[in-house]
């Protein structure tokens, strides 16, 4: 199963967001992610980049 984790820059760093993200959609100009237990999160940011290799996607500040 391909489940990605997401992670908001800060500066140099990267804090992770959020784990076992399995869907990223936009709603009212913000991110909503979902998880594969349901849970979701909504966040003002913008993709920074997505690796689907390592199934990471970064986000910055919007």
């Not at 500066?11 to 399995?22: M, Y």
């Amino acid at each position: 199963m391909c489940l990605s984790k997401v992670y908001l820059a800060k500066d140099d760093e990267a804090e992770l967001v959020l784990d076992e993200v399995t869907s990223l959609r936009t709603r009212n100009g913000k991110l909503l992610l979902s998880t594969l237990l349901g849970e979701e999160t909504e966040i003002s940011a913008r993709i920074k980049e997505i690796d689907f290799l390592t199934h990471r996607i970064t986000l910055e500040k919007a």
